[in-house]
């Protein structure tokens, strides 16, 4: 009995450091794959990008390896200052959701995505993350 407390112990252990490298404060403290912000869902990270007008959305799994965007589409509904305008995504290429609106581009600006068939919801405060830490590979150089 004694032995299965201890291996249940270790197991919850690391399911819990799991979970909280997955947090938001987190990722927004590593290197994001395109630039962007990088949020989780239970089956995804997505990653958004921001320029000019348009948004982009990266369809990656856990590992940040591309997935398929076929039969997605998302709502991304854009709140800056005082306004609030909706964002339809389609997809584009193969792992990626794109769309274009008249929003305002502001520091404080928030996106709260909104993805379909698998519902998955992610918030986004694309100008207010973290700096990034280097990569390994980047410090050595």
Do not use: W
């Not at 201890?6 to 799991?18: D, E, N, R």
């Not at 348009?54 to 709502?75: C, F, K, L, R, W």
């Amino acid at each position: 009995m004694k032995l299965f407390k201890t291996t249940l112990f270790a197991v919850f252990l690391l399911m819990a450091g799991y979970a909280m490298a997955h947090t938001d404060e987190f990722l927004d403290t590593q290197k994001s794959p395109h630039g962007g912000q990088v949020r989780m869902t239970d089956t995804h990270h997505l990653e958004l990008v921001i320029k000019d007008k348009d948004i982009t959305v990266y369809v990656m799994n856990h590992g940040n390896e591309a997935q398929p965007s076929v039969g997605m589409t998302a709502t991304a509904t854009v709140l800056s200052g005082e306004t609030k305008v909706e964002v339809k995504l389609e997809p584009a290429e193969e792992n990626l959701l794109k769309g274009s609106g008249d929003f305002n581009i502001s520091d404080d600006m928030k996106v709260l995505l909104s993805v379909t068939p698998a519902p998955m919801t992610a918030r986004f405060a694309p100008f207010q993350k973290a700096e990034a830490t280097p990569a390994a590979e980047d410090v050595k150089k």
